[in-house]
C-alpha cells in the first residue's frame, strides 16, 4: 500500500477542520434558526401559546371579576381583545426582541393595540353610570384609566411567553445584542477558514486525491457525531421536560424553542455525518477501483 503523502499536515488540518466545520454549523443555527423571526412564529403556532396564554387570561379576568364585578367578556371578546389579538401581541414582541438583538433597533419597545379593548371597558362603565345614575366625572374617567391599564398590563404579560421583556430589563437582551453584532464576522471567518482548510488539504493531496476523500469525509464524520451526541441524549432522555415552569405557556415556550432547536441542530450533525460516510465510502471505492491484482 502506498505511503500517505504529507500524513501529519493531513492529520492537523482534519483536526482543524473538525472544529471549524462545528463553528461554521453553530453560527448558521444561530443566525438562522435560533434569531430568526420565522422560529418564533411555527412555534407560536406549534405550541399553541396563544391559546394558552389566552386560556390563561380567561382564568385571571374571571378570578378578578369576583372583586371587581367586571366580567371577563368585557376584556376578553372579539370586539375587545380576542385569541387572534394575543398571537398577534406574541408575534409583536418576538419580533421587536430579535430586531432588537439582530441590531435593526436602538431599544426593544413593542407596540401592542389596545384600542378595542380601551372602547370597550370605556363603554361598559358609561353605560354603568347610566344606568345607576353616577356622574362622568375625573373619578370615572380615573377607575376606566386604572382598569385598563391593569388589564393592559396582564394582556402584555401573556403576549410575551418567552419573557423578553424581563429579559431586557435586566440587560440580558443587551449582552446578546453586543454578541450578536460580530456573529455574521464568525459565520464568514469560519466559512473562510473552512475553504482555506480544504485548499491546503488538496495541495497536500495533489497526487494521491483519493485520500482527500478520506480526510475531508473523516473530519465531517467526527463533526458530525461531535454535534449529534449531545442532541441525541437530550432528546432521548427527554431533558428539557425536567425543568420546573409552572406556567403552562411559558412551559411550552421555553421548552419548545429548546427542543426546536436541539432538534434543527441534529438535523445539520446527522447531514454532516452522512456526506462525511459517504466521502469515507468514496475513499474506499476509489482505493478499491485503483488496486492492481494480485500475480503468481
Known amino acids: 500500500m502506498?505511503?500517505?503523502?504529507c500524513y501529519l499536515p493531513n492529520v492537523l488540518l482534519t483536526f482543524l477542520l473538525v472544529f471549524v466545520l462545528i463553528a461554521c454549523e453553530a453560527t448558521i443555527l444561530t443566525s438562522r434558526i435560533a434569531l430568526n423571526p420565522m422560529t418564533f412564529q411555527v412555534l407560536t403556532d406549534q405550541q399553541h401559546l396563544d391559546t394558552k396564554g389566552?386560556?390563561?387570561?380567561?382564568?385571571?379576568?374571571k378570578t378578578r371579576s369576583n372583586s371587581t364585578g367586571i366580567p371577563a367578556d368585557v376584556f376578553l371578546d372579539p370586539d375587545s381583545y380576542s385569541e387572534l389579538d394575543l398571537r398577534s401581541g406574541i408575534l409583536q414582541n418576538t419580533n421587536a426582541a430579535l430586531a432588537y438583538m439582530n441590531g435593526q433597533t436602538n431599544e426593544y419597545a413593542p407596540s401592542l393595540e389596545f384600542t378595542k379593548l380601551e372602547d370597550?371597558?370605556?363603554?361598559?362603565?358609561?353605560?354603568y353610570a347610566d344606568k345607576n345614575g353616577y356622574?362622568?366625572?375625573?373619578?370615572?374617567e380615573e377607575k376606566i384609566h386604572s382598569t385598563c391599564t391593569e388589564a393592559e398590563s396582564a394582556i402584555r404579560n401573556a403576549a410575551d411567553p418567552f419573557k423578553f421583556g424581563t429579559l431586557y430589563s435586566n440587560g440580558v437582551l443587551t449582552r446578546v445584542r453586543s454578541a450578536v453584532s460580530y456573529l455574521s464576522m464568525a459565520m464568514i471567518g469560519s466559512i473562510a477558514a473552512a475553504i482555506i482548510i480544504l485548499i491546503l488539504l488538496i495541495l497536500c493531496n495533489l497526487k494521491q486525491?483519493?485520500?482527500?476523500?478520506?480526510?475531508?469525509?473523516?473530519?465531517?464524520?467526527?463533526a458530525g457525531g461531535l454535534m449529534a451526541t449531545p442532541c441525541i441524549y437530550l432528546t432521548v432522555t427527554d431533558y428539557y421536560s425536567g425543568f420546573a415552569i409552572k406556567d403552562p405557556q411559558i412551559f411550552s415556550a421555553v421548552i419548545g424553542y429548546l427542543k426546536l432547536l436541539t432538534s434543527r441542530c441534529l438535523t445539520m450533525a446527522i447531514i454532516t455525518a452522512i456526506v462525511g460516510f459517504i466521502g469515507l465510502m468514496g475513499f474506499i471505492l476509489l482505493r478499491a477501483t485503483q488496486?492492481?491484482?494480485?500475480?503468481?
Not at 502506498?2 to 503523502?5: D, E, V
Not at 486525491?209 to 467526527?222: D, P
Open 54 to 61: 389566552y386560556a390563561s387570561l380567561q382564568t385571571y379576568f
Open 120 to 127: 370597550a371597558v370605556r363603554k361598559f362603565f358609561e353605560d
Open 2 to 5: 502506498k505511503k500517505i503523502r
Open 135 to 140: 356622574k362622568k366625572d375625573d373619578v370615572l
Open 291 to 296: 488496486r492492481e491484482p494480485d500475480t503468481k
Open 209 to 222: 486525491m483519493e485520500h482527500l476523500c478520506y480526510w475531508i469525509g473523516l473530519a465531517g464524520f467526527i
